[in-house]
């Protein structure tokens, strides 16, 4: 089963998650709630928010939930916005203590996740939308594809990747894409990690919602709904989704505010995790609709903060967030080419990989790096334990700036500017 395919339909179901929305401010009943939360200015508002779950589902296996997304609604201003939730996202999961947000499907389906999820944001979850991997090129393609503009290079090969190998090769600018190219776009995985995707699937869901409202889309919405609702489980009818697909372009005129949790990566071991910052994460929340959080709100915020990080285990190292990550850089692709002059170590964002099987491998690298001031985005455990070769891949302009490394490694070209992945092989040594 091909890992995270189902990104690109959590994607394309942004436009049932609206139709959702729209639909639950008149037949659900959690505005009051979220009014009290959202402060005075709220109060004659019904903010309905949906849980948005991407899951990878495969033979004897529940799956896990690697795409998470809240989306709300405030019907009053017709305004709608979008929070991505990292996967790694350290959280509370009941009765598993404190794990990665993505595990909550594995032990309990939807209904641990959006537990989790209340507990994260501090509001109630209205309803629910799951998919899964089998529907997404069909469903893009019914769309007869999507505009994207490409920000810049990206070339990306893993032979242990997506059952017989995974490369993505794309280059920068203006690009109509079918399924098949949209999920090279979504999958691309660079030395943000899933921070980095998170930007570009952000990116990509503005410009499906740009498609749907289409004058040459917008007519076929009911058959496309029906099709959309066939490809995933939901706690929410047809007719709530159909009633509703016509207030789409109020939405995107009104424009679609998407943000991550905000918080900085961590690792313990080779285990990599995103520490969310609480109180600016709800903060945020009321700001992506022009509200203002409760003073109740504020203080149970911080309350939640400061118990949180009284959590953390000893050994976790906190680290550094790059300038860049979960933003999607469109003026990239507009700028002139590249520079050649390198850049200096603190100015580039490192993601390492431990493909080699040797315990704490990447950790070990990961220091390493970072006494030379690079930045270290994530640190995580590969898909396989057999990589022959350490490799390191950056752009051509920092290939002599990774030179002299205390490993036995192979600088290869074809990675971001301001970005690196280093893959850990068998040939690493203490």
Request: hydrophobic share 35%.
């Amino acid at each position: 089963m091909k890992r995270v395919k189902w990104i690109l339909a959590v994607m394309l179901v942004l436009a049932a998650a609206c139709f959702g929305v729209m639909a639950a401010r008149y037949h659900g009943d959690g505005g009051s709630e979220a009014a009290s939360i959202y402060g005075e200015q709220a109060e004659e508002d019904r903010i309905t928010h949906v849980m948005l779950l991407g899951v990878d589902r495969r033979e004897g296996d529940v799956g896990r939930s690697d795409t998470m997304m809240v989306a709300a609604l405030d019907q009053s201003k017709g305004k709608a916005a979008l929070i991505s939730v990292p996967r790694d996202t350290r959280v509370q999961i009941e009765k598993n203590d404190y794990e990665k947000i993505n595990h909550a499907y594995a032990y309990g389906g939807h209904k641990l996740s959006q537990e989790a999820v209340e507990k994260l944001l501090g509001t109630k979850i209205d309803h629910y939308i799951i998919i899964d991997t089998k529907a997404f090129e069909r469903i893009i393609d019914a769309l007869d594809g999507v505009d994207i503009n490409v920000e810049k290079r990206m070339y990306y090969e893993d032979p242990w990747d997506d059952d017989g190998g995974l490369v993505i090769d794309l280059y920068p600018g203006e690009q109509h894409m079918n399924g098949k190219k949209a999920i090279q776009y979504v999958r691309y995985r660079d030395g943000e990690g899933d921070i980095g995707r998170i930007g570009r699937q952000q990116k990509f869901m503005k410009a499906v919602l740009a498609k749907v409202i289409s004058p040459s889309v917008l007519p076929q919405l009911p058959k496309l709904v029906e099709e959309i609702k066939s490809a995933i489980q939901t706690d929410m009818s047809l007719t709530e989704l159909l009633e509703f697909a016509g207030q789409l372009k109020s939405v995107h005129d009104n424009g679609l505010s998407a943000q991550m949790v905000p918080g900085q990566p961590a690792y313990i071991k080779d285990v990599s995790y995103w520490i969310p910052d609480i109180t600016d994460l709800r903060q945020l929340m009321a700001e992506q609709l022009g509200l203002e959080l409760s003073d109740k709100a504020k203080e149970q915020a911080q309350a939640d903060e400061d118990a949180y990080m009284k959590t953390l285990p000893s050994g976790m190292q906190l680290l550094a967030q790059s300038k860049n990550s979960g933003k999607v850089l469109e003026e990239e692709a507009k700028k002139p080419e590249e520079e050649t002059k390198p850049m200096k170590p603190e100015e580039i964002s490192v993601m390492v990989i431990n493909d080699s099987g040797i315990n704490g491998a990447a950790a070990e690298v990961a220091q390493i790096l970072q006494r030379k001031g690079f930045i270290i985005s994530g640190v995580e455990t590969g898909k396989t334990s057999s990589r022959t070769q350490t490799t390191i891949t950056t752009s051509t302009r920092n290939t002599d700036v990774f030179y002299g490394m205390p490993f036995t490694c192979v600088i290869m070209d074809g990675g971001s500017s301001n970005q690196a992945v280093v893959h850990i092989g068998l040939d690493y040594r203490k």
